[in-house]
């Protein structure tokens, strides 16, 4: 399964000559071989790791003794599902300002030379699955099911929408990914006019594969659609709030546009516990948006216990700090 996760990323870098290191959470810079740029891909729950982010001045450069994947976290490039990117070789950059960033403590900034992180060009990000022109996210691979409304707010965190499905070709797609007796939110509903169903685009749902006899609104309160794996893939009506699997999707990247990143960066109120993650609480206590921290544009939004940045065409990052570099095809 992971090998199909990457095999969409691993075919594009090939074919521009570039490879894809697999690191551990404990990999540091100084294990890269030489060269000013590097392809990297993190794996999960790096956040235990017992190695150290070592950021320098700003918190963009980090010294070569530190840990790849936790710089990354702590500059807001990826969060603590993994991720892939890469990574620049720097001039020494020193001047370290003591830090904690999304639950990621710095220690001292080690020179000689630093790094920094960008983004590559990736179709679909790592995690998520293209067919035609969509990437997939199937949340049932990460083993998180929410209501059709907090998985709404997901795909969006993700730059995705709840997936838009609109013809037997691609609910045979979705069909095929899922796994046996599941069920999976899509983003159609009837809430706004009982039996009529639109799209979260507001669009209408054309294409309807019940199996019989639904839509049947049974209690009166079934306004969200799901797709039903042991019903080959065929769709029903089920209460909004009941907590399931979901699916997002979201547009392949032009080549030599950078994909936006695979799950947007939530960083969390120091005074409160947490994990660095993509999923939005359902209400909001205190506004950490009251001045926007977010760079280049960018636009705050504010949750319960933190807040997230939406940025502008271009840049990316936790803070939209990150200006998107274009690859082009030879």
């Known amino acids: 399964?992971?090998?199909?996760?990457?095999?969409?990323?691993?075919?594009?870098?090939?074919?521009?000559?570039l490879s894809l290191q697999q690191l551990t959470c404990d990999s540091l810079f100084s294990s890269l071989s030489a060269g000013p740029k590097h392809?990297?891909?993190?794996?999960?729950?790096?956040?235990?790791?017992?190695?150290?982010?070592?950021?320098?001045?700003?918190?963009?450069?980090?010294?070569?003794?530190?840990?790849?994947?936790?710089s990354a976290i702590h500059s807001g490039e990826m969060t603590d599902y993994g991720g892939a990117f890469t990574v620049y070789r720097n001039a020494v950059f020193s001047n370290f300002v003591v830090m904690t960033k999304n639950e990621v403590t710095g220690t001292s900034c080690t020179a000689n030379p630093t790094y920094s992180f960008v983004p590559p060009y990736v179709p679909c990000p790592a995690g998520?699955?293209?067919?035609?022109?969509?990437?997939?996210?199937?949340?049932?691979?990460?083993?998180?099911?929410?209501s059709w409304t907090d998985a709404k707010k997901t795909c969006k965190n993700m730059g995705a929408g709840l997936a838009k499905v609109t013809s037997a070709d691609e609910n045979t797609?979705?069909?095929?990914?899922?796994?046996?007796?599941?069920?999976?939110?899509?983003?159609?509903?009837?809430?706004?006019?009982?039996?009529?169903?639109?799209?979260?685009?507001?669009?209408?749902?054309?294409?309807?594969?019940?199996?019989?006899?639904?839509?049947?609104?049974?209690?009166?309160?079934?306004?969200?659609?799901?797709?039903?794996?042991?019903q080959q893939g065929r769709w029903n009506d089920l209460t909004c709030t009941d907590s399931q699997y979901f699916t997002c999707e979201k547009p392949v990247a032009p080549v030599g546009v950078t994909q936006p990143e695979?799950?947007?960066?939530?960083?969390?109120?120091?005074?409160?516990?947490?994990?660095?993650?993509?999923?939005?609480?359902?209400?909001?206590?205190?506004?950490?948006?009251?001045?926007?921290?977010c760079l280049n544009g960018g636009t705050c939004?504010?949750?319960?216990?933190?807040?997230?940045?939406?940025?502008?065409?271009?840049?990316?990052?936790?803070?939209?700090?990150?200006a998107a570099t274009v690859l082009t095809t030879h």
Request: charged share 15%.
């Open 1 to 17: 399964m992971m090998l199909l996760k990457y095999l969409v990323l691993l075919g594009f870098l090939a074919k521009h000559s």
């Open 173 to 230: 797609f979705l069909y095929n990914q899922i796994s046996a007796r599941s069920k999976y939110w899509i983003g159609g509903s009837d809430i706004a006019k009982e039996g009529h169903f639109v799209w979260n685009d507001g669009t209408n749902v054309t294409y309807k594969p019940f199996f019989p006899p639904q839509p049947d609104n049974a209690w009166g309160n079934e306004d969200c659609l799901e797709i039903v794996q042991d």
């Open 128 to 146: 998520w699955v293209k067919h035609n022109s969509s990437c997939y996210y199937l949340s049932g691979n990460d083993a998180i099911k929410q």
């Open 39 to 70: 392809v990297v891909n993190c794996p999960k729950n790096c956040l235990s790791s017992t190695t150290a982010a070592k950021p320098c001045g700003n918190g963009i450069s980090y010294g070569g003794t530190g840990s790849i994947c936790l």
């Open 262 to 293: 695979a799950s947007t960066t939530v960083f969390h109120r120091a005074s409160e516990p947490g994990v660095v993650c993509a999923l939005p609480s359902m209400s909001n206590i205190v506004n950490d948006c009251a001045t926007n921290r």
């Open 301 to 322: 939004v504010d949750i319960s216990n933190g807040f997230y940045c939406t940025c502008k065409s271009g840049f990316s990052g936790g803070l939209c700090q990150t």
